[in-house]
């Protein structure tokens, strides 16, 4: 199993990237999505999750309104849309699957996730 972080990039406070997670070796409309970020000295954080067919999904309170997370199972990538960023979004951001697929409460905690993508930078200025 492969996840392809991709995106990241340095964007005023203001703007607005669109991350990219492409997957292979595994059937991608089977398991959930999520996206988490982390900066130096800080455990990784929750940002949002999908569900398997992209008909749920579930954000931090931090990002809620501004970030959209959505999925492609046709091209097995999933998407992080990121509007009006802000200073304090600057992170690695990375990309997880949970294989359990189906569940009723969408997972947030990052030991729910069995595959990891190698992360992405997103740097916001002032």
């Known amino acids: 199993v492969q996840l392809q972080a991709s995106g990241g990039g340095l964007v005023q406070a203001g703007g607005s990237l669109r991350l990219s997670c492409a997957a292979s070796?595994?059937?991608?409309?089977?398991?959930?999505m999520g996206w988490f970020r982390q900066v130096p000295g800080k455990e990784r954080e929750f940002v949002a999750v999908?569900?398997?067919?992209?008909?749920?999904?579930y954000y931090a309170a931090s990002v809620k309104g501004r970030f959209t997370i959505s999925r492609d199972n046709a091209k097995n990538t999933g998407y992080l849309q990121m509007n009006s960023l802000k200073v304090e979004d600057t992170a690695v951001y990375y990309c997880?699957?949970?294989?359990?697929?189906?569940?009723?409460?969408?997972?947030?905690?990052?030991?729910?996730?069995?595959?990891w993508g190698q992360g992405t930078q997103v740097t916001v200025s002032s």
């Open positions: 997880a699957v949970d294989q359990r697929g189906y569940s009723i409460a969408l997972p947030r905690g990052a030991s729910d996730y069995d595959y």
């Open positions: 999908i569900s398997t067919s992209g008909g749920r999904t």
């Open positions: 070796g595994l059937t991608f409309g089977s398991v959930v």
